[in-house]
């Protein structure tokens, strides 16, 4: 449901201020999705590959609906333009994509090529890269801080490298004003307040925005929308530099996670206190 077919609500206007900087040209912009296997429901680990089976029906990753709702809100404060989608998944899945596009955007570039199995990190860049030159001129590309399946948190500095690109991460505000982007930059401190010309490549920090839901006509309108599919031959990469062909890594063992041991109760009978410093102390933590 888009922020401009109803009264918004005081939430909704606190969310619309974060990225607001007055309103400029009709603007584009991309955000790199992810597709994973539910957490509430994700499967088993391949025992040849050693890695999660993907062959089960996959969900957009809540990390990037952050990033969809800040294009859009960016987009439409603008006052036109566009958000496209980029994805990477086995299976020509679109699932996660149509999640998206009912919330609002565009487009998507779907990137399916059984190649890709065991793509590390540098790999999942290299054709993300490429797909965001497919999806055309972009005033900014926008990705999650970290996938919540991978945790690796080195793809959008790598994207920004391959496309030679300015980048900023940690983003908790965004705002873009005749050809540069202001972000505040979250740090442990509180934020920096960063700058760079566009196009640039910003990553963005999980909750601070509050993702729309997408309404039933999004749904619907959904299912039209264009997810142009594509190979790795389609996008000029080389099998050999991706998949388990180009990883610079290698899982040589996985073992199921020992169970949690049962805690020490501490009974307080006026020195509890004494018992937990003790234990501490025997642990040596303190």
Not at 27 to 45: F, H, R, S, T, Y
Not at 123 to 143: N, P, S, Y
Not at 194 to 206: F, Q
Request: glycine share 10%; aromatic share 4%; proline share 5%.
């Amino acid at each position: 449901m888009g922020l401009d077919c109803f009264e918004p609500s005081r939430r909704e206007r606190f969310c619309y201020l974060r990225v607001a900087c007055g309103r400029i040209r009709s603007m584009n912009v991309v955000v790199c999705v992810k597709q994973i296997p539910d957490p509430a429901d994700p499967g088993e680990l391949d025992p040849n590959t050693k890695t999660l089976k993907r062959d089960v029906k996959l969900i957009l990753d809540e990390s990037d609906s952050y990033g969809v709702e800040m294009a859009l809100q960016l987009v439409d404060n603008a006052g036109g333009g566009e958000v496209t989608l980029v994805s990477m998944a086995p299976n020509s899945e679109v699932g996660g994509l149509r999640t998206a596009l009912a919330m609002g955007a565009a487009k998507a570039v779907l990137v399916s090529d059984d190649a890709l199995s065991g793509s590390d990190a540098l790999g999942t860049a290299k054709v993300l890269a490429k797909a965001i030159g497919r999806a055309g001129e972009a005033d900014l590309i926008i990705t999650a801080t970290e996938s919540s399946d991978g945790y690796t948190g080195t793809v959008p500095e790598q994207i920004a490298e391959l496309l030679g690109l300015p980048s900023i991460t940690f983003a908790k505000e965004i705002a873009l004003d005749a050809g540069t982007v202001k972000v505040k930059r979250q740090t442990e401190a509180g934020y920096d307040d960063v700058e760079s010309p566009t196009p640039a490549v910003v990553s963005v920090t999980a909750g601070v925005v509050e993702p729309r839901y997408p309404s039933f006509k999004g749904i619907m309108a959904a299912k039209s929308k264009p997810v142009d599919e594509v190979t790795i031959a389609d996008l000029g990469v080389d099998a050999g530099s991706v998949g388990w062909a180009g990883a610079g890594q290698e899982i040589v063992e996985i073992a199921p996670a020992e169970e949690r041991e049962a805690g020490t109760v501490v009974e307080d009978e006026g020195d509890g206190f004494q018992k937990i410093v003790d234990y501490l102390a025997e642990l040596k933590v303190i």
